[in-house]
Structure formats: structure tokens, C-alpha cells
């Protein structure tokens, strides 16, 4: 069964500092993963999208990083603002468009 | 460019009635799929619709059903609403074998 796994669940830090969140999948076969960001009721906007063949990619403060072989992704927010609160969601797509949703992992940042 | 746009953005139902959800893509894209989204829940695939034809079906029952017309925009029906189904709904749309999906800002149905 295709599964994306997010952890933590939910996480507090303070303005400034940096996390990374973390996103283990099963899903097969393998075609692109995306790290989504989710503000409160709005719809999720794309930060970044990584292929097979890539291990690292940045969009100003976020950095994704992909490890294909043991099915693992990381989101790293740098120097957090008060405007990274929001749920961030990892999604995987197999084959034709097949897409597999994480249940998101919630991030408050807190002054 | 406006993205992709929903309608409407909040409505308030009750228990048996039905409802009517729609959504116009991202222009260009041709591909619309539905999801919902429980609070504070990942979103759940309904269905994909492609060419006017639905294309793929999430884990929904019949009472969801949908729709897409000649110019690409889609409606979500919901019949006899359940307390259950009171959710975020998620649009999104593609290109037919684009993998990127681009969301919109959804529409929050709440069943009383």
C-alpha cells in the first residue's frame, strides 16, 4: 500500500531559529516528491518539487533534500518567521498522476 | 494569470441535502482533480476528471459525483450530506501528463 508518513506531527519554535521536517515514503513506483506549505483553511502552495535523480533542492529559506534509495525526504526552514506557521505536507506521485498525501506535519513559530 | 479559483468559499448545509462545489483551473490545464480535506487531516483524493471523463476515483461513495465541461472547469457534487462530510474541498489542476498540481484556495462546507 502507498504511504507517506510525516513526523513530527506538530512542532514550536521560536522566531529566528531552524527545523526540519521529515517525510518517509513506500509509494511505488516513484515519480516526483513535493514539500507543500498550507496556511490555515487555504489550499497548499508548492515550495519545491524533486525528481528521482535529485537530492537537494532550495526555495529561499526552505531546503528539501531526497534520499530515493531509503524513501526519504526533509524539509529544512532556515531563520523561521512568524509567516512559517502553517502545516507543511509532503506528496508523492507514482505512476499517471497516482498521488499519495502525508497527513502534514503543523509548524507555529512563536516570537 | 488567476490560478486556480473555487467557489463558493464557505457554505453551511444540512443533514440530506445536497450541494454543488465548483472550480475553474489554472488556464491552460485541462486536468481537474477533487480533495478532501478533514481538519487537520492531509487532503483525500476524490477523483480526477480529463476530457470531460472521470479519469481515477479516490475511496468515495456514489453520492459523490462530478463533472467537467468543455472548458476545463469542473463541479463536485455532494447528495445527501452526511454530518462526516463537512470538510475542506481541495481543487487542483494540471496538465493531462503533468504531475504538478496547482490548488485552489478550496471551499469549507460545514453540515449541521
Known amino acids: 500500500k502507498n504511504q507517506v508518513e510525516q513526523s513530527p506531527q506538530s512542532l514550536i519554535i521560536l522566531e529566528g531559529k531552524n527545523c526540519t521536517l521529515q517525510c518517509n515514503y513506500t509509494v511505488s513506483p516513484f515519480s516526483n516528491l513535493r514539500w507543500y506549505k498550507q496556511d490555515t483553511g487555504r489550499g497548499p502552495v508548492s515550495l519545491t518539487i524533486m525528481t528521482f535523480s535529485e537530492n537537494t533542492k532550495s526555495n529561499g529559506r526552505y531546503t528539501a533534500t531526497l534520499d530515493a534509495d531509503t524513501k526519504q525526504s526533509s524539509l529544512h526552514i532556515t531563520a523561521s518567521q512568524l509567516s512559517d506557521s502553517a502545516s507543511y505536507i509532503c506528496?508523492?506521485?507514482?505512476?499517471?498522476?497516482?498521488?499519495?498525501f502525508g497527513i502534514g506535519t503543523k509548524l507555529q513559530v512563536i516570537p | 494569470d488567476a490560478g486556480v479559483t473555487q467557489s463558493p468559499t464557505h457554505l453551511i448545509k444540512t443533514r440530506g441535502q445536497q450541494v454543488t462545489l465548483r472550480c475553474s483551473p489554472k488556464?491552460?490545464?485541462?486536468?481537474v482533480s477533487w480533495y478532501q480535506q478533514a481538519l487537520g487531516q492531509g487532503p483525500q483524493f476524490i477523483f480526477q476528471y480529463y476530457e470531460e471523463e472521470e479519469r481515477q476515483r479516490g475511496n468515495f461513495p456514489d453520492r459523490f459525483s462530478g463533472h467537467q465541461f468543455p472548458n476545463y472547469s469542473s463541479e463536485l457534487n455532494v447528495n445527501a450530506l452526511l454530518l462526516g462530510d463537512s470538510a475542506l474541498y481541495l481543487c487542483?489542476?494540471?496538465?493531462?501528463?503533468?504531475?504538478?498540481?496547482?490548488f485552489g484556495p478550496g471551499t469549507r462546507l460545514t453540515v449541521l
Open positions: 487542483a489542476s494540471s496538465l493531462a501528463y503533468g504531475s504538478e498540481q496547482f
Open positions: 488556464s491552460g490545464h485541462d486536468t
Open positions: 506528496v508523492v506521485s507514482g505512476g499517471y498522476q497516482k498521488v499519495t
